[in-house]
Structures are given as C-alpha cells and as structure tokens.
C-alpha cells in the first residue's frame, strides 16, 4: 500500500511537471504592446492589443519613419469607417479568436494600400513573441513578422491613442 501511494505521489508530480509550462503560457494573452520590425531590422511601429467581445486587436500607437520611405498621416486608401481615418489609432489587426497560444480567423490591414488580409497570430510560451501573419486565402500564401513585447509601461496611459475613424465616417 505504501509502495502504491509512493507510485501515485511520484506520477501526480511528473504530470505536474509535464504540464507545467503548458499551463505556465495559458494565461498569456497579446494584450499590451508590441514593437513590429521589418524583415530588414527598422522599427516600424508601435501596437497596443486590447480584447474586444472576446477577440482580439491591435491599434498603432506609434509610428517611427524609414528615411526616404513617405509618411502616411491618415488612410486614405482605407474602406468604411477607416478611410482618411489617422493613422495613430487605427485598427490594424482584427478579430483574433484565440485557441490556447494561437489566435485565428482575424484580418490585418495594410494601411498603405487599403488591403486587408487574412491573419493568424501565435504567442510564444514565455509571451515575449508574437508571430503576425498575413495571407491570401490559405496560410501558406502568407508572410510572418515576429514582433517582441514591450513593456507595459512603454506609454503612458494617457498617450495611447484611442481607436480613430473617419472625421466624415463619425458620428461624434
């Protein structure tokens, strides 16, 4: 009987041990800040996710310009509510149904063309990398950015800017 309890107390803590960084990453979410870098290492932007009626998105919060690359106050080739919208606020990413580490079915605009794309994101273990990808139609037809996590205080409460739209789109 001793031997079995000793069995049974060894087997708890094993799965215990198994599941414990499974566990340790499920209550990670992308709420918070992230840092987007080119495939070429320039930081391009600033993001700020919040969960919206139990999915997530992603507003620009800041943006840092690429010498000689042009500068995009508003989005102007942008459809609905976001068309001429500032680009400060606006929302980028959409819709992200989360599954454990994994978060899909969203779409992820591209301000420069007005283009929105599929989009699947994955949140690393340790909740340092979110892996953003954008694609046509299947996820193979796609391209991956990893953006890194800020941290929370990267901005003052006060300076992120709230969700912006069309001045003509508005009801305010």
């Known amino acids: 009987m001793e031997r079995m309890r000793a069995v049974l107390a060894l087997t708890v803590i094993a799965l215990g041990l198994a599941s414990g ?63 001429n919208a500032p680009m400060l606020g606006l929302v980028i990413v959409k819709g992200m149904k989360r599954d454990g580490l994994k978060y899909e079915n969203g779409s992820i605009l591209d301000p420069r063309d007005g283009t929105v794309y599929h989009a699947q994101m994955e949140l690393s273990p340790d909740g340092q990398k979110l892996s953003v990808r954008g694609y046509l139609g299947i996820p ?33």
Request: net charge neutral; charged share 20%.
């Open 21 to 83: 960084p499974a566990l340790a990453g499920a209550d990670r979410t992308p709420a918070g800040f992230w840092q987007q870098v080119d495939n070429d290492g320039h930081v391009g932007a600033w993001f700020y996710f919040t969960e919206v009626n139990g999915s997530y998105e992603g507003r620009l919060v800041k943006m840092f310009k690429k010498p000689g690359d042009p500068t995009f106050d508003v989005c102007a080739k942008c459809t609905g509510n976001q068309k």
């Open 140 to 172: 193979l037809l796609g391209q991956t950015q990893v953006w890194n996590k800020l941290p929370d205080n990267a901005m003052k409460p006060a300076d992120i800017p709230k969700e912006s739209v069309s001045a003509t789109n508005s009801t305010n």
